[in-house]
């Protein structure tokens, strides 16, 4: 993702901070817009080293072929493991890869609360039991111009939300990531990128539909603590930042939900974030995407596709909205 950038109305950092923690942030902040701007621009370069570094905590998993799985090819596991947004360990891509082992996914528990007839704590052995793992292989999108092809493993939030049994007043559905700053270095010291929680929202029919997974897993492992161990959420028509990883709360309720990046930055980003060629983001075109890994500068950026590619099954849900005005 890409701080967002400066308008004429803020105070300068440098008016506020001591001289050392505003250049930090600067040096910080502009490693993250360069970044993105790079993303855009053309070939992504990954560090060489963090190629090869692979958590050593995964584990086999089985599964069942799901439903709604594309046919493109599958983006290596060195991309989608070393290739990753996750501020809470940093703002650089290779950061999650390199920083994600110090935080510790067991025990985990995870809280279903709010507008619901049955409430309950549950250890993440618990939340996961009844359910049957699918893969589903779903292109996803980050809203920076890249886009990568997942195999995920995981179930249907449906699942989740229908054992809670929703109350009628139950509109949206709010997702919060665990806040742990002795192991989450973003979110402790000086520059902190985002406010925390990381936190993020859907309507309820979205979080209802058949295409909205909890994944537990990629290829055939859980979850690398990058990805989003132990639990993280995946909307495939939706941009990448929608999908909030290590939940510990999902809270229904009756209005919608703060989410981080609209927080972060609500010019830029809006609560619906369906992946839309025809809105531009205030920055940048969102018409082409690079697929990570598909070669060098000369390859040929792919045109976005409405709903990235899933309009057939999810676009009735917006019928009669002005997407430019709900982006
Ligand atoms: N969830 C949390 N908790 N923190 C984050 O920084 N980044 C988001 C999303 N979920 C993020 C997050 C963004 S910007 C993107 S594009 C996707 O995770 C990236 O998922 P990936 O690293 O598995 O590709």
């Not at 559905?173 to 010291?189: I, K, S, W």
């Not at 309720?253 to 809006?270: A, C, H, K, R």
């Amino acid at each position: 993702m890409i701080i967002r950038s400066r308008n004429g109305n803020d105070i300068r950092p440098s008016e506020i901070t001591p001289k050392q923690v505003h250049m930090n942030r600067r040096e910080l902040m502009g490693k993250a817009a360069g970044l993105g701007a790079g993303a855009l621009a053309g070939g992504v370069s990954l560090p060489l080293a963090s190629l090869s570094s692979s958590p050593a905590q995964a584990a086999a998993l089985s599964f069942e072929k799901g439903k709604f799985s594309t046919s493109e090819p599958v983006t290596a596991r060195e991309y989608v493991t070393t290739y990753n947004n996750y501020y809470e360990f940093g703002v650089d891509k290779g950061d999650p890869g390199q920083n994600a082992h110090t935080l510790t996914t067991k025990p985990w528990t995870v809280k279903v609360e709010g507008l619901v007839a049955k409430p309950a704590d549950y250890a993440l052995e618990d939340f996961v039991k009844p359910f049957t793992l699918e893969q589903r292989i779903y292109r996803h999108r980050c809203v920076e111009g890249w886009s990568m092809v997942i195999p995920w493993v995981g179930f249907p939030l449906a699942k989740v939300l229908e054992r809670a049994e929703p109350l009628g007043s139950a509109k949206f559905v709010a997702f919060e990531t665990l806040m742990r700053p002795a192991e989450m270095p973003g979110q402790r010291g000086l520059f902190q990128p985002l406010e925390w929680p990381y936190v993020e929202g859907l309507r309820i029919d979205e979080a209802m539909h058949p295409l909205t997974l909890l994944a537990t897993g990629i290829f055939d492992e859980t979850l690398p603590n990058q990805n989003g161990a132990p639990l993280r959420l995946v909307v495939p028509w939706k941009y990448g930042f929608k999908g909030i990883k290590s939940i510990v709360r999902i809270k229904l309720v009756d209005n919608v939900p703060p989410t981080t990046w609209n927080i972060q930055n609500s010019n830029e980003y809006g609560f619906y974030s369906n992946v839309n060629p025809e809105v531009d983001h205030p920055r940048w075109s969102q018409k082409t995407e690079r697929r990570i890994g598909e070669g060098g500068l000369l390859v040929k950026r792919r045109e976005t596709l409405p709903f990235n590619g899933y309009a057939d099954e999810v676009a009735s849900l917006y019928s009669g909205m002005d997407l430019r005005k709900f982006f």
